[in-house]
């Protein structure tokens, strides 16, 4: 689900079994992303994972670094993600959103091989377009908080110009 000429892409790790069944972005019942993305204030309401599509009218979009779906993200192998960066990488060029926001820091460390990168702003650009790695909402990753992802995906949010909504 991307266009051209959004303002934030953000791209998951890879589709979980539940989003591979439904063919909805982050729709295992206990991943934040949707609750996430409403508190930081991309979205005016919390969008269900069936009302994707919506995202598109507030310009955002939703991709994954590697398409193979699995039940957890460590199924994947290196060579998996270094492909997805691959063509991650030829998708940004060629619709140019104003940010890729990579949700997950292995994701982004595969697949662009920067094993020591932070959640945050990157150096690296693909393009014009500017690079921000978020914290993965999976209910896996307790150490991050839902405030807390609020506030990042906030911080994402004013970097791309977007109101709060």
């Known amino acids: 689900m991307a266009a051209a000429g959004l303002s934030v892409l953000f791209c998951g790790i890879n589709p979980g079994l539940m989003t591979a069944a439904t063919g909805h972005h982050f729709a295992r019942p ?5 609750p996430v993305l409403h508190r930081s204030g991309f979205t005016p309401r919390q969008l269900a994972p069936a009302e994707q599509d919506e995202l598109l009218s507030y310009g955002l979009g939703i991709t994954n ?31 140019r959103p104003g940010w890729l926001a990579v949700v997950g820091i292995t994701a982004y ?37 839902l405030p807390a992802m609020g506030e990042e995906y906030g ?8 109101p709060r909504r």
């Open 109 to 145: 460390r595969g697949a662009f091989g920067e094993p020591k990168a932070v959640v945050g702003p990157q150096e690296r650009t693909i393009g014009s377009t500017r690079v921000w790695v978020l914290p993965n909402p999976s209910g896996l990753n307790a150490h991050w908080t």
């Open 155 to 162: 911080r994402l949010r004013e970097a791309a110009g977007l």
């Open 65 to 95: 670094v590697v398409a193979r779906a699995t039940a957890r993200a460590d199924e994947l192998s290196a060579g998996e993600y270094a492909e997805g960066g691959r063509l991650l990488t030829a998708k940004v060029r060629r619709l």
């Open 30 to 34: 206990g991943n934040r992303f949707w």
